[in-house]
């Protein structure tokens, strides 16, 4: 089993708790509070999986971790309220390090006047940081992958690909000569900064809440993952268009075969994937020309019944199944 079927298989088929208005099967889950809508979450990166020596800083552990939960608060349309932490912590870690894990997450928890509420410590063999994070929603307004309709806009923020070109370069993958020349003007630090501290689209997600319908997804392992969870929350096809899928110009530098992987499975980008209506299309175009936020159309919804739950891709002129590629833990 993957993740996803293991996911699947441990979904309850019903919630007993009339205030779970979504459970599993989303960037967050939502409870209904008096006044709001409560969006909750947890990620966790681990040594060797999500980081390592070479790639990011202890500051950086902390500051990425909590980028990715914030991430899918944004996700959910929410504003981030607080968060705490679960640490496995390695016997030789030392107290130095340690603190700069809380200070990275520090420095992003100020931005968004988040607070860490709690957490937990315990040893063990490498170092695992764990965050459950909350957030804050209008009442039925938490922006589901399950809000495809037909005929919507599909959209993403940013550009893809950025943070994996970043990670080879930390882990060093183009050695080859083959590579020098090509890679010789290359923004390095753009790169590698978008790998070690990715930023959340909340203030983006939060200028759309007088919409009343979003579908969102933020990407994590590769829109071709997060393109397949909205079709299936959706049941509906998603269309995407290769040539409208934003990469970075310092990305053709790279071979096609290489750009092609990181934009779709690349993953880490953080940015978000949306579906909305023709109608208010123009209207996050604006919210995100607002927030310098690059954005751009890269496909349309369509309700078509015998291919519902997939992605289709237009490249060079033909049109394929995009497989569900992407980071996928276990197997
Ligand atoms: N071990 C688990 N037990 C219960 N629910 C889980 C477990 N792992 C994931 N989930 C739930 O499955 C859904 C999808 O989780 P997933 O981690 O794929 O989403 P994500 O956090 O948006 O993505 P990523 O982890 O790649 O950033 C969420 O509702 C999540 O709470
Ligand atoms: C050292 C090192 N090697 C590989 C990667 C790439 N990586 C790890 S997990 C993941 C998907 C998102 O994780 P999750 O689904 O748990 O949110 C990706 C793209 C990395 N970041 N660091
Ligand atoms: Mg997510
Ligand atoms: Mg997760
Ligand atoms: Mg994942």
Redesign the pocket.
């Known amino acids: 089993m993957n993740?996803?079927e293991f996911?699947d298989s441990?979904t309850q088929g019903y919630y007993r708790q009339s205030s779970v208005i979504k459970g599993?099967?989303?960037?967050a889950?939502v409870l209904r509070h008096p006044y709001h809508d409560l969006v909750t979450?947890?990620?966790t990166m681990v040594d060797g999986i999500h980081f390592s020596k070479e790639t990011v800083p202890a500051f950086y552990i902390g500051y990425r971790t909590l980028a990715?939960n914030i991430s899918?608060i944004a996700?959910m349309g929410a504003v981030p309220t607080s968060y705490m932490i679960s640490l496995v912590v390695p016997k030789d870690y030392s107290d130095n390090e340690l603190q700069a894990i809380y200070q990275g997450m520090d420095q992003l928890s100020r931005k968004y006047h988040m607070d860490l509420i709690g957490g937990d410590t315990v040893t063990g063999d490498q170092l695992v940081v764990s965050v459950t994070i909350h957030g804050l929603v209008e009442k039925d307004k938490a922006r589901l992958r399950s809000h495809a309709r037909d005929g919507d806009i599909v959209f993403v923020t940013g550009t893809l690909g950025d943070s994996r070109f970043g990670l080879g370069l930390l882990l060093d993958e183009y050695k080859d000569q083959s590579y020098r020349d090509r890679l010789d003007k290359i923004d390095r630090d753009y790169f590698i900064n978008r790998h070690q501290q990715p930023t959340p689209r909340v203030d983006f997600a939060e200028a759309l809440k007088s919409l009343r319908r979003v579908a969102l997804n933020?990407v994590?392992?590769g829109i071709a993952s997060e393109a397949h969870e909205i079709a299936k929350s959706s049941q509906m096809t998603l269309f995407i268009d290769d040539d409208q899928v934003p990469v970075h110009q310092d990305m053709y530098s790279l071979p096609d075969e290489l750009i092609h992987d990181y934009k779709y499975s690349g993953g880490e980008d953080f940015e978000l994937l949306g579906t909305v209506s023709e109608q208010d299309f123009p209207f996050v175009v604006e919210a995100a020309r607002r927030h310098h936020l690059p954005l751009r159309q890269i496909g349309y919804v369509k309700d078509s019944e015998q291919t519902n739950g997939q992605v289709y891709l237009k490249k060079q002129g033909t049109l394929k199944r995009l497989k569900k590629t992407g980071y996928t833990h276990k197997n």
């Open positions: 993740e996803f996911i441990i599993i099967g989303d960037d889950a979450a947890v990620d990715a899918d996700a933020d994590s392992d």
